[in-house]
Protein backbone atom coordinates (compact mmCIF):
# COMPACT_ATOMS: atom_id res chain seq x y z
CA UNK A 1 0.00 0.00 0.00
CA UNK A 2 1.36 2.71 -0.86
CA UNK A 3 0.39 7.11 -0.95
CA UNK A 4 -0.72 8.26 -3.92
CA UNK A 5 1.98 11.40 -5.41
CA UNK A 6 0.23 14.15 -6.81
CA UNK A 7 2.30 14.65 -10.00
CA UNK A 8 0.24 11.51 -11.83
CA UNK A 9 0.59 12.84 -15.66
CA UNK A 10 4.31 13.03 -15.08
CA UNK A 11 4.96 10.11 -13.62
CA UNK A 12 3.20 8.41 -16.42
CA UNK A 13 5.37 10.24 -19.13
CA UNK A 14 8.47 9.48 -17.45
CA UNK A 15 7.60 5.82 -17.43
CA UNK A 16 6.21 5.80 -20.90
CA UNK A 17 9.07 7.53 -22.54
CA UNK A 18 11.57 5.89 -20.47
CA UNK A 19 10.39 2.88 -22.18
CA UNK A 20 10.43 3.68 -25.70
CA UNK A 21 14.02 3.85 -25.20
CA UNK A 22 14.88 0.49 -23.46
CA UNK A 23 15.77 -2.06 -26.15
CA UNK A 24 13.13 -4.06 -28.24
CA UNK A 25 13.21 -7.38 -29.01
CA UNK A 26 11.29 -7.06 -32.32
CA UNK A 27 9.72 -9.97 -34.51
CA UNK A 28 7.36 -12.81 -34.58
CA UNK A 29 6.58 -14.14 -31.17
CA UNK A 30 8.78 -17.61 -31.14
CA UNK A 31 6.85 -21.13 -31.86
CA UNK A 32 3.78 -19.37 -33.19
CA UNK A 33 3.12 -21.00 -36.91
CA UNK A 34 -0.49 -21.09 -37.24
CA UNK A 35 -3.55 -19.27 -35.71
CA UNK A 36 -4.57 -22.33 -33.51
CA UNK A 37 -1.25 -23.89 -33.03
CA UNK A 38 2.05 -22.13 -31.55
CA UNK A 39 2.63 -19.24 -28.82
CA UNK A 40 2.68 -16.07 -27.87
CA UNK A 41 2.91 -13.39 -24.86
CA UNK A 42 -0.22 -11.20 -24.10
CA UNK A 43 0.13 -8.62 -21.86
CA UNK A 44 -2.92 -8.00 -19.99
CA UNK A 45 -4.16 -5.57 -17.70
CA UNK A 46 -4.42 -6.35 -14.24
CA UNK A 47 -7.57 -5.09 -14.19
CA UNK A 48 -8.93 -7.75 -16.64
CA UNK A 49 -6.55 -10.41 -14.63
CA UNK A 50 -9.86 -12.75 -14.13
CA UNK A 51 -11.48 -12.42 -17.22
CA UNK A 52 -8.92 -13.00 -19.71
CA UNK A 53 -7.52 -15.93 -17.15
CA UNK A 54 -10.53 -17.50 -18.36
CA UNK A 55 -10.25 -16.66 -21.91
CA UNK A 56 -7.19 -18.64 -22.15
CA UNK A 57 -8.45 -21.50 -21.02
CA UNK A 58 -11.41 -21.58 -23.22
CA UNK A 59 -8.85 -21.25 -25.86
CA UNK A 60 -6.47 -23.32 -25.18
CA UNK A 61 -8.83 -26.10 -24.36
CA UNK A 62 -10.28 -25.53 -27.78
CA UNK A 63 -7.33 -25.38 -29.91
CA UNK A 64 -4.81 -27.83 -27.27
CA UNK A 65 -1.89 -26.73 -29.68
CA UNK A 66 -2.27 -23.07 -28.61
CA UNK A 67 -0.63 -21.96 -25.84
CA UNK A 68 -0.53 -18.18 -24.14
CA UNK A 69 2.06 -16.69 -21.55
CA UNK A 70 0.11 -13.94 -19.32
CA UNK A 71 2.05 -11.11 -18.42
CA UNK A 72 -0.66 -9.20 -16.47
CA UNK A 73 0.93 -5.93 -14.78
CA UNK A 74 -0.88 -2.46 -14.42
CA UNK A 75 -2.17 -1.08 -17.90
CA UNK A 76 0.25 1.72 -18.19
CA UNK A 77 3.18 -0.75 -17.62
CA UNK A 78 1.96 -3.43 -20.33
CA UNK A 79 1.46 -0.60 -22.64
CA UNK A 80 4.83 0.60 -22.10
CA UNK A 81 6.20 -3.59 -22.89
CA UNK A 82 4.19 -2.85 -25.73
CA UNK A 83 5.66 -0.11 -27.07
CA UNK A 84 9.28 -1.15 -26.51
CA UNK A 85 7.78 -4.39 -28.44
CA UNK A 86 8.61 -6.66 -25.57
CA UNK A 87 5.35 -7.55 -25.49
CA UNK A 88 3.69 -7.52 -29.17
CA UNK A 89 -0.30 -8.07 -28.00
CA UNK A 90 -1.65 -6.72 -25.21
CA UNK A 91 -5.53 -6.64 -23.73
CA UNK A 92 -6.41 -2.86 -21.36
CA UNK A 93 -9.57 -1.65 -19.82
CA UNK A 94 -8.98 1.32 -21.29
CA UNK A 95 -8.53 2.98 -24.35
CA UNK A 96 -4.85 4.43 -25.00
CA UNK A 97 -4.98 8.06 -24.60
CA UNK A 98 -3.67 10.69 -26.89
CA UNK A 99 -0.05 10.77 -25.19
CA UNK A 100 0.75 7.29 -26.20
CA UNK A 101 -0.78 7.46 -29.05
CA UNK A 102 1.38 10.38 -30.19
CA UNK A 103 4.02 8.50 -28.65
CA UNK A 104 3.92 5.26 -30.81
CA UNK A 105 2.84 7.14 -33.62
CA UNK A 106 6.61 8.91 -33.35
CA UNK A 107 8.27 5.78 -32.96
CA UNK A 108 6.41 4.78 -36.45
CA UNK A 109 4.67 1.62 -34.87
CA UNK A 110 1.90 0.23 -36.85
CA UNK A 111 -0.61 -0.95 -34.31
CA UNK A 112 -4.05 -2.78 -34.82
CA UNK A 113 -7.08 -2.27 -32.55
CA UNK A 114 -10.16 -4.53 -31.51
CA UNK A 115 -12.94 -3.72 -28.92
CA UNK A 116 -14.16 -6.79 -27.24
CA UNK A 117 -16.23 -5.20 -24.85
CA UNK A 118 -17.20 -3.04 -22.39
CA UNK A 119 -16.53 -2.77 -18.11
CA UNK A 120 -17.22 0.54 -15.87
CA UNK A 121 -15.13 1.60 -12.81
CA UNK A 122 -16.88 0.31 -9.36
CA UNK A 123 -17.64 2.82 -6.96
CA UNK A 124 -17.30 0.76 -3.18
CA UNK A 125 -17.16 1.64 0.08
CA UNK A 126 -17.10 -0.14 3.41
CA UNK A 127 -20.39 -1.82 4.93
CA UNK A 128 -20.65 0.68 7.49
CA UNK A 129 -21.09 3.56 5.46
CA UNK A 130 -25.06 4.07 4.95
CA UNK A 131 -24.78 6.22 2.04
CA UNK A 132 -25.30 4.37 -1.26
CA UNK A 133 -26.12 6.70 -3.96
CA UNK A 134 -23.48 9.50 -4.80
CA UNK A 135 -23.37 12.36 -7.80
CA UNK A 136 -20.81 12.28 -10.00
CA UNK A 137 -20.08 16.21 -8.68
CA UNK A 138 -19.91 14.76 -5.13
CA UNK A 139 -17.46 12.22 -5.81
CA UNK A 140 -15.50 14.86 -7.47
CA UNK A 141 -15.25 16.89 -4.50
CA UNK A 142 -14.38 13.45 -2.13
CA UNK A 143 -11.89 11.75 -4.32
CA UNK A 144 -10.14 15.32 -4.92
CA UNK A 145 -10.04 16.25 -1.13
CA UNK A 146 -12.21 18.24 -0.88
CA UNK A 147 -15.01 16.63 0.67
CA UNK A 148 -13.05 14.56 3.89
CA UNK A 149 -15.92 13.36 5.96
CA UNK A 150 -19.13 11.30 5.31
CA UNK A 151 -22.06 13.85 6.54
CA UNK A 152 -20.24 16.76 7.67
CA UNK A 153 -16.97 17.63 9.18
CA UNK A 154 -18.53 15.42 12.48
CA UNK A 155 -18.62 12.25 10.50
CA UNK A 156 -16.28 9.41 10.21
CA UNK A 157 -13.36 10.33 7.68
CA UNK A 158 -13.53 9.32 4.48
CA UNK A 159 -10.41 6.63 3.68
CA UNK A 160 -9.67 7.12 0.09
CA UNK A 161 -8.34 4.01 -1.81
CA UNK A 162 -7.39 3.92 -5.77
CA UNK A 163 -5.32 2.04 -7.71
CA UNK A 164 -1.46 2.04 -8.58
CA UNK A 165 -0.15 4.62 -10.65
CA UNK A 166 -0.66 2.60 -13.69
CA UNK A 167 -4.33 1.90 -13.09
CA UNK A 168 -6.64 1.96 -15.72
CA UNK A 169 -9.80 2.42 -13.33
CA UNK A 170 -7.98 5.69 -11.96
CA UNK A 171 -7.24 6.67 -15.74
CA UNK A 172 -10.84 5.93 -16.37
CA UNK A 173 -12.12 7.77 -13.40
CA UNK A 174 -9.86 11.02 -13.21
CA UNK A 175 -11.30 11.63 -17.05
CA UNK A 176 -14.72 10.92 -16.06
CA UNK A 177 -15.49 12.01 -12.91
CA UNK A 178 -12.58 14.31 -11.60
CA UNK A 179 -12.03 16.20 -15.37
CA UNK A 180 -8.85 15.15 -15.54
CA UNK A 181 -7.72 16.87 -12.12
CA UNK A 182 -5.63 14.84 -9.56
CA UNK A 183 -6.83 12.45 -6.73
CA UNK A 184 -6.16 13.81 -3.57
CA UNK A 185 -2.74 13.25 -1.86
CA UNK A 186 -3.85 11.41 0.85
CA UNK A 187 -5.23 8.12 -0.97
CA UNK A 188 -4.16 5.13 -0.54
CA UNK A 189 -2.79 3.61 -3.86
CA UNK A 190 -2.93 -0.47 -4.19
CA UNK A 191 -1.34 -1.60 -7.24
CA UNK A 192 -2.77 -5.23 -6.47
CA UNK A 193 -6.92 -5.33 -6.58
CA UNK A 194 -7.04 -7.93 -4.06
CA UNK A 195 -5.36 -5.51 -1.78
CA UNK A 196 -7.51 -2.70 -2.23
CA UNK A 197 -10.98 -4.41 -2.20
CA UNK A 198 -9.97 -5.93 1.36
CA UNK A 199 -8.76 -2.58 2.63
CA UNK A 200 -12.19 -0.85 1.59
CA UNK A 201 -13.89 -4.00 3.21
CA UNK A 202 -11.88 -3.76 6.40
CA UNK A 203 -11.87 0.12 6.82
CA UNK A 204 -14.56 1.87 8.45
CA UNK A 205 -14.97 5.25 6.29
CA UNK A 206 -13.82 3.62 3.67
CA UNK A 207 -14.18 4.86 -0.44
CA UNK A 208 -12.82 3.10 -3.49
CA UNK A 209 -12.67 2.74 -7.18
CA UNK A 210 -11.96 -0.81 -8.78
CA UNK A 211 -12.39 -2.23 -11.85
CA UNK A 212 -15.67 -4.10 -12.34
CA UNK A 213 -14.36 -7.38 -13.24
CA UNK A 214 -12.23 -7.51 -10.07
CA UNK A 215 -15.02 -7.07 -8.27
CA UNK A 216 -18.02 -9.72 -9.92
CA UNK A 217 -18.43 -12.22 -7.40
CA UNK A 218 -16.19 -10.43 -4.93
CA UNK A 219 -19.11 -7.39 -3.81
CA UNK A 220 -20.30 -9.20 -0.45
CA UNK A 221 -18.06 -7.19 2.03
CA UNK A 222 -18.79 -3.60 0.47
CA UNK A 223 -20.97 -1.43 -0.50
CA UNK A 224 -21.59 -0.97 -4.21
CA UNK A 225 -22.31 2.50 -5.08
CA UNK A 226 -24.88 3.50 -7.38
CA UNK A 227 -23.62 6.75 -9.18
CA UNK A 228 -25.94 9.96 -10.96
CA UNK A 229 -25.38 12.58 -13.37
CA UNK A 230 -27.45 15.38 -14.06
CA UNK A 231 -27.10 14.93 -17.90
CA UNK A 232 -28.29 11.37 -17.69
CA UNK A 233 -31.64 10.34 -18.32
CA UNK A 234 -32.64 7.33 -20.38
CA UNK A 235 -35.72 9.55 -22.57
CA UNK A 236 -38.10 12.06 -21.71
CA UNK A 237 -40.16 9.69 -19.73
CA UNK A 238 -37.42 9.71 -16.82
CA UNK A 239 -36.48 12.45 -14.51
CA UNK A 240 -32.69 13.66 -14.86
CA UNK A 241 -30.30 12.56 -12.51
CA UNK A 242 -31.25 9.25 -11.85
CA UNK A 243 -29.05 6.70 -10.03
CA UNK A 244 -27.33 3.51 -11.64
CA UNK A 245 -24.82 0.47 -10.68
CA UNK A 246 -22.47 -0.64 -12.96
CA UNK A 247 -24.64 -3.43 -13.43
CA UNK A 248 -23.83 -4.90 -16.83
CA UNK A 249 -27.61 -3.68 -18.59
CA UNK A 250 -26.85 -0.26 -17.16
CA UNK A 251 -23.03 -0.07 -18.86
CA UNK A 252 -24.33 -1.52 -21.94
CA UNK A 253 -27.28 1.44 -22.39
CA UNK A 254 -24.66 3.82 -21.50
CA UNK A 255 -26.45 4.93 -18.25
CA UNK A 256 -23.61 4.09 -15.78
CA UNK A 257 -21.35 7.26 -16.01
CA UNK A 258 -17.98 5.23 -15.49
CA UNK A 259 -17.54 2.43 -18.51
CA UNK A 260 -14.13 1.59 -19.39
CA UNK A 261 -13.95 0.24 -23.26
CA UNK A 262 -12.01 -3.04 -23.43
CA UNK A 263 -9.40 -3.03 -25.82
CA UNK A 264 -6.68 -5.54 -27.42
CA UNK A 265 -4.05 -3.89 -28.77
CA UNK A 266 -1.44 -6.13 -31.31
CA UNK A 267 1.30 -5.14 -33.27
CA UNK A 268 1.25 -8.54 -35.41
CA UNK A 269 0.23 -8.85 -38.79
CA UNK A 270 0.77 -12.28 -39.68
CA UNK A 271 -2.14 -14.93 -39.16
CA UNK A 272 -0.25 -16.86 -36.55
CA UNK A 273 -1.78 -17.70 -33.09
CA UNK A 274 -2.13 -14.23 -31.43
CA UNK A 275 -4.19 -13.50 -33.86
CA UNK A 276 -6.20 -16.77 -33.84
CA UNK A 277 -6.81 -15.60 -30.10
CA UNK A 278 -7.93 -11.91 -31.02
CA UNK A 279 -10.64 -14.11 -33.42
CA UNK A 280 -11.85 -16.27 -30.74
CA UNK A 281 -12.23 -13.53 -28.19
CA UNK A 282 -14.57 -11.31 -30.89
CA UNK A 283 -16.21 -14.58 -31.66
CA UNK A 284 -19.32 -16.20 -29.47
CA UNK A 285 -17.63 -18.31 -27.35
CA UNK A 286 -15.10 -15.21 -26.82
CA UNK A 287 -17.73 -13.02 -25.95
CA UNK A 288 -20.04 -15.10 -23.56
CA UNK A 289 -17.13 -15.66 -21.33
CA UNK A 290 -16.90 -11.80 -21.04
CA UNK A 291 -20.98 -11.73 -20.45
CA UNK A 292 -20.67 -14.68 -17.93
CA UNK A 293 -17.83 -12.52 -16.19
CA UNK A 294 -20.15 -9.73 -15.62
CA UNK A 295 -18.70 -7.34 -18.86
CA UNK A 296 -20.61 -6.60 -21.73
CA UNK A 297 -19.88 -8.00 -24.81
CA UNK A 298 -19.04 -5.82 -27.95
CA UNK A 299 -19.46 -7.94 -30.74
CA UNK A 300 -22.75 -9.94 -29.97
CA UNK A 301 -26.33 -9.01 -29.24
CA UNK A 302 -27.06 -8.69 -25.69
CA UNK A 303 -29.84 -9.94 -24.09
CA UNK A 304 -31.48 -7.32 -21.66
CA UNK A 305 -33.62 -8.24 -18.55
CA UNK A 306 -35.59 -6.65 -16.47
CA UNK A 307 -33.88 -5.84 -12.96
CA UNK A 308 -34.54 -6.05 -9.87
CA UNK A 309 -31.83 -4.76 -8.07
CA UNK A 310 -28.99 -2.18 -8.70
CA UNK A 311 -26.31 -3.76 -7.28
CA UNK A 312 -23.60 -5.94 -8.79
CA UNK A 313 -24.90 -9.69 -9.11
Not at 104 to 116: G, N, P, R, S
Not at 156 to 177: C, D, P, Q, Y
Not at 238 to 264: C, D, E, K, N, R
Not at 279 to 303: H, Y
Amino acid sequence: MKRLSVPVRMFFTAVFLAALLMPGCAGKEPGSTSITKGSFRLGCDEALLPVMQHEIREFTGLYTEAKVALRDAEAREVIAEFAVDSIRTIVCARELNKEERDALAAAKVTIQEYLVARSAVAVIAHKGVLVTELRVGELDSMFSGRITHWSGKRGTMIELAVGGLNSSANEVFRKSVLRGGGFDPAARSFPASKDLLSYVSGTPGALGILALNRLTGNDGGVNVISVATSAMRPDSTYAPGAYYSPHPAYVYQGYYPVIAPVYVYTRNIEQDVSMGFIAFLTSGAGQKVFQNDGLVPATMPVRLVHLTSQQVN
